[in-house]
């Protein structure tokens, strides 16, 4: 993964997620307590997902997912989750997400 400092909207984190985007940003993705927040995040942000029971909250996660990535400098798994984002929003047909999730692809591209 290619962590390095990408522009972000800090404002749509929860403090435990800016907390995450911290340690990602200074220890990068491969260590241990990056690790295990980061999967700790993954867990309880895809229990809520699997709630929701939505095929839209799928999409908003993996939305939400680039978008700490991205923020984290994290920009090649953040495009590869706004490119499923963009995937799933176009089988939903869903015109909003559509737009968001291209959006996103769009900015994230110009970062690789």
Not at 41 to 50: G, I, N, Q, Y
Not at 77 to 98: G, I
Request: glycine share 6%; with cysteine; charged share 35%.
């Amino acid at each position: 993964m290619k962590y390095e400092q990408f522009s972000s909207r800090e404002h749509e984190f929860s403090g435990e997620e800016m907390r995450l985007i911290a340690i990602l940003r200074e220890k990068g993705p491969d260590d241990a307590e990056a690790r295990k927040l980061l999967n700790g995040w993954l867990d309880a942000e895809e229990a809520k997902v699997k709630a929701a029971d939505s095929p839209r909250a799928n999409v908003e996660f993996s939305l939400k997912q680039a978008r700490l990535y991205a923020a984290a400098g994290g920009v090649e798994s953040a495009f590869d989750n706004a490119h499923t984002a963009l995937y799933e929003a176009v089988n939903l047909r869903d015109e909003e997400l559509q737009i968001q999730a291209r959006a996103l692809c769009d900015e994230l591209g110009k970062q690789l």
